[in-house]
């Protein structure tokens, strides 16, 4: 775990000092950037450093073994290519069926 919570403070170091070093010169500009900055990269440093072990709990559909047996540079390429969305992974959230009454009622308001 000390691997895990040493990498999610250089994740978020980084993350700060790029905020406070990079501006455009627009005040929305770099309001927007700041809200990507911790929007994307801390939560989902949290999700895969802190509250998941990615190598053993995620599968994509072509995974022929499991990714912790992977070599080095393979892990590095599998993990490169996880969705934020999950579309394909284990972690894919599943489609919801919505009654016709409730898309009626959504149009009226």
């Not at 911790?38 to 499991?66: A, N, Q």
Request: with cysteine.
């Amino acid at each position: 775990m000390t691997w895990r919570s040493s990498g999610w403070s250089l994740i978020m170091v980084l993350t700060v000092w790029s905020m406070t070093t990079t501006a455009t010169g627009q005040p929305q500009h770099d309001y927007a950037l700041g809200i990507w900055s911790f929007g994307t990269l801390v939560l989902d440093s949290v999700r895969m450093l802190l509250l998941t072990r990615p190598l053993r709990e995620f599968r994509h559909i072509s995974d022929k073994v499991p990714a912790h047996q992977l070599p080095c540079l393979q892990r590095f390429f599998w993990i490169m290519s996880t969705a934020g969305r999950g579309i394909g992974w284990s972690f894919e959230v599943g489609t919801y069926a919505v009654d016709a009454e409730s898309l009626f009622l959504i149009q009226i308001f």
